[in-house]
């Protein structure tokens, strides 16, 4: 990049093009820009790119090329643009006088000053005349200014332009801090001589399967009663154990007798463990039936809660991201050796933020649960789920046929290409948006139509059990495992509020709201002599807003046992409790839960299928009737812009820089998140509380009941059917005594021997 104040870009193309020439090199100016065709001369050329029909198109212009087009040499483009002007460079050039004139000009009288010199004796039309004597003033002006200026006073020496070799450090920190982590990998820099570091350490990588090196290892762990330990893993099973200990890294296969002298150190909760990722290494080890203990600080998840809208918590990246001191250590796996220095470095940060106990008390333990969760699995009906997804190709193949005889033809259903012309041109329906490709077909378009005519809502029914089919029976069908369980993986670290998520599959997104979509649970099911037993948390978002607002008016509501969303319409629609109607009371909640997403109107409006004026009638209402909550959304905002985060009761983050964004929308966007994020943060880490307590008091009781999945607000436990009532109130118990608020936390148990049973 090369920049002078008072100079324009063209400037210093043509000074650099000016200096390459006498440098003997030679220049290629790349550009869209007609203007810089006055620089092509003598070893200088111009790739001009412009786009034709639609398609893009570069004509490479030297002087022969100028002179074919224009008849002109290079130089005199100046006085041709002086004569004819440019409006997108505010070049006024001679009034009257076009394109076609100006080139006429300069094609018979060479010049400018040539023109105005003998402007009296010129060949010419009276009337052009003129407008060339009343606008000479104007051409020289804007000769001066369509004149490249090929002087400008900057570095003029080619070779000061060479690129010099890349700074792997400078670049490496600065795209972790703008979190470029793709670039990263491409350019090579998460290798360890990009890894800043303020001072070195030179170590070695030890095979510890036995020997001196293994009891150099044991002597070091035992004094120091502090162990720094990853994991190779592959397939769920464990290959190495890699410890960093003195400045070296010892590597511990699995299958070693180095590895059955670990084993009683990986179990010693008087051993204070720090590890880079808790749950796959936990999973591993509870595989070979160990149950480590003494975890104290994990790097990924300290990662995480310092800065959760990363996307990477790899030892390397917050290597980079903190600059912390990294020593050089010989062998495959230095990523190990990073693990002290950052782990020490992370701990600082944590104490700032005060975070320690979120860390040690909440998603630690919550990692040991998730990985007890993966490797127990949810026992699932096959036969069942397959025989569901041969009734659902039958009820598609209906559907099919029905939409073929609506339309009068037969097409592809899944070819938006098709269905546009089916529904806007075949049938007439009014097109609502338009895409690059064409009308759009997506859900919101069909919904706006399902009225419109008997096809559009048969290919919504079409679409939602093709999803059902194959995203659910048909995948997974595919990943049952050999015990004949789904075993889904959860992850800590991906949603910014502390949610925990799950993949391969996502259980969390089952579908539940038709009839159709909950019929799935059915096949998720208990052993035989088994029960499943399902709590779920009754408001948990709206009892913390109460809580976290001090709002008067909705504590005494929830206090005093009422429905909430009842006592909402009561108030928002203003009728006494007694005549609140059904509807009434499904606009109110559906009010009550947008206020915790910072719902507008125009949102509501579209949710609950009313006018904005009355969507906005009933925000305003809410708001005045709940005046704690108002106040409470404003001073989240102004918290958040002064602090730069959102902030939940445990103290977890979520940075906020869309409130210093120049785009309005991203503005609004931040303030909606520094409105909601403390909220549904504060109820994601209660129910991991009420996980790390469930699981705890199981083991406590020396029962076989076990926790198996999470659903957002909502826990399953398996258990023996003679336990089924003992873990139901255990379950009860446990979350509702997650937190302490003004409000008593309340979650519904029922027991079945499915999971649809259990749900109710």
Request: proline share 4%; aromatic share 6%; with cysteine.
């Amino acid at each position: 990049m090369v920049e002078r104040e008072g100079y324009e870009a063209d400037d210093i193309l043509g000074t650099l093009a000016k200096a390459s020439v006498q440098q003997g090199a030679e220049c290629i100016i790349a550009t869209g820009d007609r203007d810089s065709l006055q620089l092509v001369g003598e070893g200088v050329t111009v790739f001009l790119a412009a786009t034709k029909m639609g398609k893009p198109e570069t004509t490479i212009y030297d002087t022969a090329a100028i002179r074919e087009k224009y008849g002109l040499i290079p130089e005199q483009l100046i006085d041709l643009k002086a004569l004819m002007g440019d409006a997108s460079d505010h070049i006024p050039g001679v009034p009257g006088v076009g394109e076609k004139t100006a080139l006429s000009l300069m094609q018979s009288y060479g010049s400018l000053d040539n023109i105005y010199t003998n402007l009296d004796s010129l060949e010419i039309r009276d009337s052009l005349r003129k407008k060339l004597d009343a606008g000479k003033e104007s051409a020289y002006l804007s000769k001066r200014l369509g004149t490249i200026c090929c002087d400008v006073p900057i570095e003029r020496d080619i070779n000061g332009y060479m690129l010099e070799p890349m700074k792997k450090q400078e670049l490496a920190s600065l795209f972790v801090k703008l979190e470029f982590f793709s670039w990263i990998t491409k350019l090579g820099l998460d290798t360890p001589d990009a890894i800043p570091a303020k001072q070195s350490v030179t170590g070695q990588t030890v095979k510890a399967e036995g020997g001196e090196a293994l009891q150099d290892l044991l002597e070091w762990v035992d004094k120091n009663k502090r162990l720094d330990m990853t994991a190779q893993i592959k397939d769920g099973k464990l290959i190495n154990v890699v410890v960093a200990f003195d400045g070296r890294v010892a590597v511990i296969p699995a299958e070693t007798d180095g590895f059955e002298r670990l084993k009683a150190r990986i179990c010693d909760s008087n051993i204070i463990k720090r590890v880079a990722d808790t749950k796959p290494l936990c999973a591993a080890l509870l595989a070979e039936g160990l149950m480590p203990r003494g975890t104290q600080f994990d790097t990924m998840l300290a990662g995480y809660l310092l800065n959760p809208l990363a996307s990477d918590y790899s030892l390397t990246r917050l290597a980079q991201e903190y600059e912390v001191t990294v020593p050089t250590v010989e062998g495959e796996d230095w990523g190990a050796a990073f693990l002290p220095a950052v782990a020490d470095r992370l701990e600082c940060e944590l104490a700032a933020h005060g975070q320690e106990e979120l860390l040690r008390d909440v998603e630690i333990p919550l990692a040991y649960v998730l990985a007890d969760m993966e490797n127990i699995g949810f026992d699932v009906d096959a036969e069942g789920m397959a025989a569901f997804g041969k009734t659902l190709d039958k009820r598609i193949a209906d559907i099919q046929c029905a939409i073929t005889e609506a339309v009068g033809y037969e097409f592809n259903l899944n070819s938006p290409k098709q269905l546009a012309k089916a529904l806007f041109e075949d049938l007439g329906l009014p097109p609502k948006k338009k895409t690059k490709s064409g009308y759009s077909t997506n859900a919101e378009v069909l919904e706006s139509l399902r009225d419109a005519h008997p096809a559009v809502a048969m290919l919504l029914d079409y679409r939602q059990l093709a999803k059902l089919k194959s995203t659910y029976c048909d995948g997974l069908l595919k990943v049952i495992g050999c015990d004949g369980r789904i075993h889904t993986s959860f992850n800590q670290t991906e949603t910014r509020t502390g949610r925990i998520s799950s993949a391969e599959p996502n259980l969390q997104n089952i579908p539940v709201r038709q009839d159709l979509g909950r019929e799935l649970r059915r096949f998720f099911h208990a052993p035989k002599g088994w029960v499943l037993c399902d709590a779920d948390y009754s408001q948990i978002e709206l009892r913390v807003l109460a809580h976290m607002a001090n709002d008067k008016n909705m504590i005494d509501a929830f206090n005093s046992g009422t429905d909430i969303h009842s006592v909402t319409a009561s108030q928002v629609f203003g009728v006494p409790e007694d005549m609140v109607t059904p509807l009434m009371r499904s606009q109110a909640k559906a009010v009550n839960f947008g206020i915790v997403y910072g719902i507008g109107p125009h949102s509501l409006s579209k949710d609950i299928g009313v006018s904005y004026k009355e969507a906005k009638r009933y925000i305003d209402q809410y708001l005045a009737h709940y005046a704690g909550v108002a106040e409470f959304m404003e001073s989240m905002v102004e918290t958040a812009k002064e602090k730069g985060y959102a902030e939940t009761l445990f103290a977890r983050r979520r940075p906020l820089p869309e409130l210093r964004a120049s785009n309005a929308v991203m503005r609004s966007f931040g303030e909606r998140v520094a409105m909601n994020m403390p909220i549904q943060g504060t109820a994601a880490d209660i129910i991991k509380i009420a996980m790390v307590r469930v699981h705890k008091r199981l083991a406590a009781e020396g029962m076989r009941a076990r926790l198996i999945l999470q659903v957002h607000d909502e826990l399953i436990v398996e258990a023996p059917a003679g336990e089924a009532v003992k873990a139901a109130a255990l379950l009860k118990e446990e979350m509702e005594g997650a937190a302490n608020l003004s409000i008593k936390l309340e979650a519904d148990v029922q027991i079945g021997e499915t999971w649809y049973d259990a749900k109710g």
